[in-house]
């Protein structure tokens, strides 16, 4: 059977159990699930392909390490692809004239990594609030559209289940979120009832309204963009505020292209042996 269908639905928690104590195979398991993304993200950061092989190593190494050292099996996509931006700048500081950067990297680099902190992101601060799984859920789901039996087998849940598990996550975000927006405008009795009206709404049609003052304010029109399409608006505001750096449209052709590549099992192997 292979390796794939051998691990299916067992989820990463319990893959890097079973790689801090020393199974080669569930380091394979965990390298086939994440090396796609992980290889994409650094294509994004570095142009040479042997110095993005390297670096994808050194990022999972990084993060098995880190997960032995606290002793904790929290790892996941979004933590990995936070490691891959650390590895590529020290591999740029390392040899800077080396022209390893993609001119893309090497301009934010040089703006000083900066965080788009200035956006409005009500999405994020709600995303924030949800217990972890729903997080990785929604990143996964949202964010990188991956197929839902690899969603399901980083979550340790059958495919049928990551759409009602995604459904859940994105009733309890839009709860955080109103709830949010409701003390916000506490003073304003029109988009109060307007806040408040949506709570109502969350159990009926998505999308259907029952009063016509949206249009007519700039903040509940916001809400209402963000709540008819969430994954969108999770698209839009998640990957700058979490990881600072990103390219959507080269990450997603990179990764695709890296989906290719296949067999995980050299990859672990050099990750065990260094
Ligand atoms: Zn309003």
């Not at 997960?67 to 933590?79: F, M, T």
């Not at 934010?108 to 799984?133: E, F, K, M, S």
């Not at 600072?244 to 290719?260: C, H, I, P, S």
Request: proline share 5%; with cysteine; aromatic share 6%.
């Amino acid at each position: 059977m292979a390796l794939r269908q051998r691990w299916a639905a067992v989820g990463d928690t319990l893959v890097v159990d079973r790689v801090c104590r020393g199974s080669g195979e569930a380091l394979s398991v965990l390298v086939g699930r994440h090396q796609a993304a992980v290889c994409g993200y650094l294509s994004t950061c570095l142009m040479d392909h042997a110095t993005v092989e390297r670096a994808t190593e050194e990022t999972f190494r990084r993060v098995l390490e880190a997960a032995e050292r606290e002793d904790a099996l929290a790892i996941n996509r979004i933590r990995l692809l936070a490691t891959a931006r650390t590895v590529a700048v020290q591999t740029w500081n390392a040899d800077p004239g080396a022209g390893a950067a993609t001119p893309e990297f090497l301009e934010w680099i040089a703006a000083g990594g900066a965080w788009p902190l200035a956006t409005p992101a009500a999405l994020y601060d709600a995303y924030r609030c949800l217990p972890v799984r729903w997080q990785v859920a929604l990143w996964h789901i949202a964010v990188e559209e991956d197929d839902p039996a690899l969603i399901g087998d980083v979550l340790g849940v059958s495919s049928a289940r990551v759409r009602s598990l995604g459904h859940k996550a994105r009733h309890s975000l839009r709860d955080f979120y109103l709830a949010a927006y409701e003390r916000a405008v506490i003073d304003r009795p029109a988009c109060l009832s307007y806040a408040r009206e949506q709570v109502v709404l969350a159990s009926r049609a998505p999308g259907t309204t029952m009063t016509e003052h949206p249009p007519n304010c700039r903040p509940c029109a916001r809400v209402e963009r963000n709540l008819s399409d969430i994954d969108a608006g999770l698209r839009r505001q998640l990957p700058g505020m979490l990881l600072g750096w990103w390219n959507d449209g080269r990450y997603r052709q990179m990764k695709a292209l890296a989906l290719r590549d296949g067999d995980p099992r050299p990859v672990a192997r050099r990750i065990r042996d260094t």
